[in-house]
């Protein structure tokens, strides 16, 4: 079993900044790539930025030079900070794992349960 569990969302004004934190546990053996992805209502879920292992990253166009995600591969965990927020950043964020459970086994996806960021006046 492999649980994912984000922090950090919450109110923000525009302009402002959080930083997200998502650290994943369980019967792990090793985890590829880590990422955060959003979803507003009514929207589809969309790909925020993804870091592999090694500390390869992409952004979404729409938060590049803003948000900045980074690893801490000894904590199992993936964070994300978002600077200069905008009202359209307001979504639930999920994080994202690739998470290997034993030397035999294939990669598989995990998500965490979500964290609200509202950016609003």
């Known amino acids: 079993q492999v649980q994912l569990v984000e922090s950090g969302g919450g109110l923000v004004q525009p302009g402002g900044s959080l930083r997200l934190s998502c650290a994943a546990s369980?019967?792990?053996?090793?985890?590829?790539?880590m990422g955060w992805y959003r979803q507003a209502p009514g929207k589809q879920r969309e790909l925020v930025a993804t870091?592999?292992?090694?500390?390869?990253?992409n952004y979404a166009d729409s938060v590049k030079g803003r948000f900045t995600i980074s690893r801490d591969n000894a904590k199992n965990t993936v964070y994300l900070q978002m600077n200069s927020l905008k009202p359209e950043d307001t979504a639930v964020y999920y994080c994202?794992?690739?998470?290997?459970?034993?030397?035999?086994?294939?990669?598989?996806?995990?998500w965490g349960q979500g964290t609200q960021v509202t950016v609003s006046s």
């Open positions: 994202n794992a690739e998470v290997r459970r034993a030397a035999w086994s294939r990669y598989r996806d995990y």
């Open positions: 870091i592999i292992s090694g500390g390869s990253t």
């Open positions: 369980g019967s792990i053996f090793s985890i590829n790539a």
